[in-house]
């Protein structure tokens, strides 16, 4: 029984056994092929990929160059930034985690809602960024609880830090992320593209950007799945950006801006001699630092929509009409075309008629029989009526290019103005109409299309005050020789009954800014006030009574100006202030202007020489 | 029941002597090359995975070598025994079982966590041994005697799957059918069954769990989802691919050590060996695993009864199909489905199933020449 059951049964099962073997056999060899494919074929690529897997290129951002005062105090700078960051995969409950971490510092509810987002978008292991910003107490305080915060994470990062906040954030600007648009026209560097890296937005942020930024370092490393960096492979350190230092002078802008306060307007300060720029202030302003710490939708709407425009840099970018600080100018444009000399005498009844118009003086019944001087020293507009017409509009244009107005003269700040010199093609150019000759009157006084900036007013008080060169304003102290600035090209005479006619407006008997002079002996100001119509005075309102600025909205009052130099015989600095609807120039401009103007003074480095502070390695030889 | 001792008269000593050593030692061998993977798997550390291999073959071994002196008589006589319990034990799993990785595949007795599907893969075999050791080649063809197998390959394998565990009722299913086809089950049978089993595809389909679906919709694209399920074949593919000819050296293999690779030390393991030691490596793991297989045919070859071979060669074939499936799987060319790298990759319960299944390979052996009779009496 058994030996036919095992006759029949030993070879089916014999052939089939073999058989399975046979096919176990076909399976192995296609195995054998495909790690053949894999690891033959192949294995360079994965090869590839296993490095690409391993080796992390991690872009090391340099520090950013700093930037410096004319004494070297830094005015914007680097400072440590303390934040935290979740990790979920660490984590029992990223919402409890946040809940925990709220007990110590607050996290609103907006930056949970981000958080969350951010964590449902990244794989677990990504670190968010929770809060930044923190003070080094904060800090030390979650680093104490960190125990009880799973998969929260402390870091150290650089961010920008601007000493002297909203006293000069005009100038320095600020740093924000990099923009779609920066990428797309970027200039290739890798930089741009490394999360949280910050560009110059605004101000010399912006345009020394290239100067500040330095060149990426960058790092290999090997990181294990979960990005741990294991070890270092490699690493070339990058450039670090350099520093660049400023002829500001950091004191001297808090003191300008202080005060400038609570008006709104703008003060520039500069050295006549070199046009070292010392300050300058414009207000109302912004704190550079909020932008750091990212500033708020609202809070950014609140600083457009501020009529007094906190976010312009007035300095360069307001755009004023110089009134009676560019009698001197014309003055100057009817003495060097040989058309009115310093004795020409004009009769001032108050009314000067041209055609059909008439044409005002700011003193309703006249100022008599006036000279030059006179006429500088209590601003008789029927004087200047007078020589503009006989000068002509050309000239005067000319002579207020030659003084610095109707251009750019700070390449380096981004948004300059160049404020407007008009002329007769100008006006053919841009209006379409001819030029009228009651326009050239009313540009004798300073008014009409004539616009002028804060830095171009002070800039033409430093080359009145100058007298031999036509210096330009300079804010960032370079490497390369200093060029002298090319002559100035007008009389001595013609300068000095000009400067003689400002030196009276503050210290004359009769001058406008009298009650504003600098009595302390070797520091007199020569000055000029001005006060720049904003609105048309309406014939009925001319009959009534000029109303006063008091009794007007303060958009509809006159700008008050004042230009100046100091001191008298041995001018040094000149400036300019600018007090925005602040009514007349000798009310409200020439005090700030005093004020001002002593402080620089003051900090005058007569006895303290501007100490430069290396910002570049020293050249032997 | 029971059996008469008529074959020849095998004492201890004697048995001790014609235990295959060949056998016991290309499986330790095997297994050492698992332990010095582990070794690498933890930076060059016998702790904390290589040490307790080691522990856990020792006492696998020895127990191998129990049941290798056992009479296999005795493994015939009790196979239907322990299939039930084995049975008993994967009901048990479904109420009190421990859950682990979304699926309940665990039962605790107190000291050990038996997977009642490891010790089910052996039974399996025994059982259908047993059964057709007891049917003759007539008996075989007919419809009627099928049913009872089928009974036992069913009911267990649709219990795994229950838990869910995709990779083991395949492996069970597999391995069961084998021995059928052994006993020489007509051929026109499994093409119906293959037919049937294919048109019952979309239903088994709506009836997976959604991780196992996307394992299998990830096998058939991996590169689709990089970041997710479809990872661990791509990093596997770049450890094992990143290998090439030579491999790069033991303790040298950067994507394993640096956790790319997932589950190096179980699943993906053989990934590991081939990442340092190349293809070279790999293909002698292959070689070491072929002259196991070739030793469990001779064994079952020479053996003077169907349980033995139905044994030796069913058992065999388990292995092989945890060594095909496993690196099919690592190497990308079957969705990952969980089954070890027999004899080198950490785990106890996937040990001891192999370490039992030799040693009854190995009692088929030393009692190749028993007689056993085909029915009871």
């Known amino acids: 029984m058994r030996g036919r059951v095992e006759k029949a049964r030993y070879p089916v099962f014999t052939r089939r056994a073999l058989m399975l073997g046979g096919m176990k056999a076909a399976l192995f060899a296609g195995l054998g092929a495909r790690m053949y494919y894999l ?96 003070t080094w107490e904060e800090f030390a305080r979650i680093n104490v609880r960190s125990p009880d915060l799973p998969g929260i994470q402390l870091d150290v990062g650089q961010t920008r830090d601007y000493p002297l906040g909203v006293y000069l954030g005009h100038t320095v600007g600020y740093v924000g992320p990099v923009s779609e648009k920066d990428l797309k026209q970027g200039d290739g560097d890798p930089l741009l593209e490394l999360p949280g890296f910050r560009t110059g937005r605004r101000g010399l942020e912006r345009s020394f950007e290239g100067t500040l930024r330095g060149a990426a370092g960058n790092q290999r490393v090997e990181v294990n799945a979960f990005g741990r960096v294991i070890r270092e492979l490699s690493r070339t350190e990058g450039r670090p950006g350099s520093d660049i230092q400023l002829t500001i002078d950091a004191r001297l802008q808090r003191i300008a801006t202080q005060a400038l306060r609570p008006e709104s307007g703008a003060a520039v300060v500069m050295d006549v001699h070199n046009g070292d720029v010392l300050a300058m202030a414009s207000t109302p302003g912004f704190d550079p630092n909020a932008f750091n710490v990212g500033i708020g939708n609202s809070e950014w709407q609140r600083l457009l929509r501020n009529s007094r425009k906190p976010l312009t840099d007035k300095t360069i970018a307001g755009r004023y009409p110089p009134g009676s600080t560019f009698k001197m100018a014309v003055a100057l444009a009817a003495m060097d075309a040989n058309v009115a000399g310093a004795a020409h005498r004009v009769f001032c009844n108050g009314k000067h008629v041209l055609g059909n118009h008439t044409f005002h003086c700011w003193k309703r019944w006249g100022h008599g029989w006036m000279d030059l001087n006179d006429a500088l020293t209590q601003s008789c507009d029927i004087y200047f009526y007078d020589i503009a017409r006989r000068v002509g509009v050309e000239k005067i244009a000319v002579m207020a290019e030659r003084l610095g107005l ?76 200093d060029v002298e600035a090319p002559p100035l090209g007008l009389s001595k005479d013609a300068l000095r009954h000009v400067r003689q006619g400002m030196n009276d407006v503050v210290n004359g008997k009769r001058g406008t800014a009298r009650a504003h002079r600098i009595t302390r002996e070797g520091w007199e100001m020569a000055g000029k006030t001005g006060t720049s119509q904003v609105r048309r005075i309406s014939r009925a309102e001319r009959e009534s009574g000029v109303l006063k600025n008091e009794d007007i909205e303060w958009r509809s009052r006159d700008h008050a100006l004042f230009v100046a130099f100091a001191p008298v015989d041995k001018p040094r600095y000149a400036l300019s202030v600018v007090v925005e609807h602040g009514g007349s120039g000798s009310a409200a401009a020439a005090p700030v202007a005093r004020a001002i103007m002593e402080a620089t003074l003051e900090l005058d480095p007569a006895a303290n020489r501007r100490q430069r502070v290396a910002v570049s390695p020293e050249r032997e030889g | 029941m029971g059996y008469r001792d008529d074959g020849p008269d095998l004492r201890f000593g004697r048995k001790l002597l014609s235990l295959n050593w060949g056998l016991v030692l290309l499986i330790t061998i095997t297994a050492s090359v698992g ?62 079982g421990t859950t682990g990785m979304g699926a309940t595949r665990w039962v605790s007795l107190g000291f050990f966590n038996l997977q009642p599907s490891e010790v089910m893969k052996i039974a399996l075999v025994l059982a259908l041994a047993r059964y057709f050791h007891g049917l003759s080649l007539e008996d075989t063809g007919r419809i009627t005697y099928l049913l009872p197998p089928l009974a036992l390959i069913g009911m267990p394998t649709l219990l795994v799957l229950k838990q869910p565990d995709l990779g083991t009722a395949l492996l069970l299913a597999a391995g069961g059918s084998i021995v059928l086809f052994l006993a020489g089950v007509r051929l026109w049978k499994f093409a119906l069954a293959l037919g049937a089993a294919l048109a019952a595809m979309p239903i088994a389909w709506s009836q997976l769990h959604e991780y196992q679906k996307g394992r299998i919709m990830t096998f058939l694209n991996p590169e689709s989802d990089p970041l997710g399920a479809g990872y661990h074949i791509m990093q596997s593919k770049i450890a094992l ?21 997932p589950e190096m030390r179980t699943d993906f393991i053989f990934t590991m060996l081939a990442e340092e030691f190349g293809m070279v490596g790999g293909l002698a793991l292959m070689g070491l695993y072929i002259l196991i297989l070739i030793y469990a045919y001779a064994i079952g070859f020479r053996s003077r009864h169907q349980f033995g071979r139905l044994v ?56 190749r020449d028993v007689e056993i009779p085909r029915s009871r009496g």
Do not use: C
């Open chain 1, 39 to 134: 690891q033959v074929i192949e294995g360079d690529q994965y090869k590839m990929l296993a490095d690409e897997n391993r080796i992390n290129l991690a872009l090391l951002a340099p520090p950013r160059g700093r930037i410096l005062d004319r004494r070297g105090v830094p005015v914007a700078t680097n400072r440590q930034n303390f934040r935290v960051l979740i990790v979920p995969e660490q984590t029992k409950s990223v919402e409890e985690t946040l809940d925990r971490l709220n007990q110590i510092v607050p996290v609103s509810d907006q930056t949970r809602a981000r958080v969350l987002r951010d964590v449902s978008r990244k794989r677990r292991f990504v670190p968010i960024s929770v809060v930044d910003n923190l």
């Open chain 2, 35 to 96: 332990f010095a993977m582990l070794y690498s798997a933890a930076g060059g550390d016998v702790q904390p995975w290589a040490i307790r291999q080691i522990i856990r073959f020792g006492g696998g071994a020895f127990l191998m070598l129990v049941i290798a002196l056992i009479d296999i008589r005795f493994w015939m006589r009790w196979a239907y025994l322990i299939y039930a319990v084995a049975l008993v034990l994967l009901l048990a799993v479904e109420f009190v």
């Open chain 2, 312 to 367: 030796a060669v069913g058992i065999a074939t388990t292995f092989f199909l945890y060594i095909f499936i496993n690196i099919g799987m690592v190497t990308g060319i079957l969705p990952v489905v969980g089954v070890p790298l027999p004899l080198i990759s950490y785990g106890g319960t996937a040990m001891l199933t192999l370490l039992i299944g030799f040693g009854l390979i190995l009692s088929v052996s030393i009692h």
């Open chain 1, 406 to 481: 109707g251009q750019t003269l700070l390449p380096e700040l981004p948004g300059e103005s160049a404020g407007l010199v008009p002329n007769p093609a100008w006006k053919e150019g841009a209006i379409g109409e001819a030029w009228q000759g009651g326009e050239t009157l009313i540009m004798g006084i300073g008014q009409g299309y004539l616009l002028a900036t804060p830095l171009q007013l002070a800039t033409m008080a430093a080359r009145l005050a100058n007298g031999e060169r036509a210096v330009s304003p300079r804010l960032v102290f370079r490497d390369e020789q």
């Open chain 2, 241 to 261: 691919g990143s290998g090439g000819i030579s491999g790069k050296g033991f303790l040298e293999g950067t994507q394993s050590h640096l956790n790319f690779l």
